[in-house]
Structures are given as structure tokens and as C-alpha cells.
């Protein structure tokens, strides 16, 4: 099964909601989520012969960002809400 592949134009608009002065990040890695900076924008031919846009994260170090906030990774579906244990009522010196 072949998934439909988001096209510029469906970039562009889904962006025009979003500030114009804000850093665009990628999520990457829904097992491990973590967060990286974009830095390239790149295009190019595919093996059958179409256009397609590459996004690209930088090449320094600083480029992964670390951990993708928990509130993404849900809303992406790659992880499901979780919750705190309950609390045990805390035990006092005297082990009772």
C-alpha cells in the first residue's frame, strides 16, 4: 500500500497558519522521537524521473536537538499518553 505524498503546495499551506519568525525543526525517529534543525532545502529528480524537494538537518553537531517533546510525539501518534504512577503513601523512619 502506497501512502500519498505531501507536495509543496500542500507544504506551503499547511506553513501560512503557522509564524513566519519561527525555526522549523524535524521530528524523526518515531521509536526514539527526537528533534532535529533543519538546515538545507533541496531538489531533485527521483528514479522515475519526477520532482521531488528534500528537506534536510544540518551537518554540525548541534543539529540534533534532543528529545522530542512528549505532547508531539503523542499528537504524531508515535507514542501514547502516559500518565504518572500513583503515589504510595510514603514510609517514616521507622520502616512502618
Known amino acids: 500500500m502506497t501512502h500519498p505524498e505531501m507536495t509543496v503546495g500542500e507544504l506551503i499551506t499547511r506553513l501560512s497558519d503557522y509564524d513566519r519568525n519561527a525555526p522549523v525543526r524535524q521530528a524523526m525517529n518515531p521509536f526514539f522521537p527526537m528533534a532535529h ?3 538545507q ?4 529528480v527521483d528514479e522515475t524521473g ?3 524537494v528534500y ?8 543539529t540534533q536537538l534532543g528529545h522530542l517533546p512528549p ?9 501514547g499518553p502516559v500518565q504518572a504512577p500513583p503515589r504510595r503513601p510514603r514510609r517514616t523512619a521507622g520502616g512502618k
Open 37 to 39: 534543525r533543519l538546515a
Open 50 to 52: 519526477r520532482t521531488v
Open 41 to 44: 532545502v533541496m531538489q531533485s
Open 71 to 79: 505532547e508531539v510525539a503523542v499528537a504524531l501518534a508515535w507514542q
Open 55 to 62: 528537506l534536510a538537518e544540518g551537518r554540525d553537531e548541534n
